[in-house]
């Protein structure tokens, strides 16, 4: 989607290494969501942000959504294997429930 | 309850043929989405359930799609006279009702329209 839009497009880090990715909007944020995807599978939920400046940590992976709720970053620290798939950011941009999504980002952890 | 139930998990059709879908959502769930990732993308809204109740269309949905959920609980996505733009990943979600809730999402059902 255009009203989101994630970078990068496609990481490649080694093991070990650390690694954001940034979702910026074109719209004030009602809620943002961060999920992770494997090639040919569903979505799972990582994490969901609320307010500006507000930050949610879930082993080593960390969510912040910036004061005025127009952009939000993940930040992986000490990169696995594990970690490769697809991060999606979602979003809530008004009041209706349904989320936009950003095409996402492709993550490689090289052993 | 294992989470998000879609059927079947890949369907290859001829174009012009009819397609169904269903979704189980977990069991508590007031709320039901679905949505179509093409290669490449992320997700795109289709519609949304709130009970049994549809609420929301996309402009995506073309007239040949049609989505119901009759008791409020599993929902059904069918797509008729199918077209090869049609090929995708159709995901279904779920969540409680309130104001910001995460959704929990099946695995998904590839169409391949041939």
């Known amino acids: 989607s255009q009203e989101l839009e994630q970078s990068p497009q496609s990481l490649i880090v080694q093991e070990g290494k650390n690694l954001t990715i940034n979702c910026t909007s074109s719209?004030?944020?009602?809620?943002l969501y961060w999920y992770k995807q494997k090639y040919g599978e569903g979505l799972i939920f990582l994490m969901m942000l609320q307010k500006g400046g507000e930050e949610k940590s879930h082993e080593k992976i960390t969510a912040k959504l910036d004061e005025k709720k127009q952009q939000s970053s993940l930040h992986i620290t000490a990169s696995q294997p594990s970690h490769a798939g697809i991060y999606l950011c979602g979003a809530r941009m008004d009041s209706s429930y349904k989320l936009i999504f950003g095409s996402g980002t492709r993550l490689l952890v090289r052993p | 309850d294992t989470g998000v139930s879609q059927d079947p998990r890949h369907k290859i059709t001829k174009r012009g043929q009819n397609v169904t879908f269903r979704c189980d959502p977990i069991?508590?769930?007031?709320?039901l989405y679905w949505y179509r990732q093409t290669l490449g993308q992320g997700p795109e809204f289709l519609t949304y359930?709130?009970?049994?109740?549809?609420?929301?269309k996309s402009r995506l949905l073309s007239d040949r799609f049609s989505a119901e959920r009759p008791k409020g609980s599993f929902s059904t996505l069918e797509i008729q006279r199918t077209e090869q733009g049609d090929s995708a990943m159709y995901l279904c979600?779920?969540?409680?009702?309130?104001?910001?809730?995460?959704?929990?999402f099946g695995q998904g059902t590839r169409l391949t329209v041939v």
């Open positions: 069991s508590e769930h007031n709320r």
């Open positions: 979600a779920s969540s409680l009702m309130a104001l910001n809730t995460e959704a929990f």
């Open positions: 719209k004030t944020l009602y809620g």
């Open positions: 359930f709130q009970n049994e109740a549809q609420l929301e």
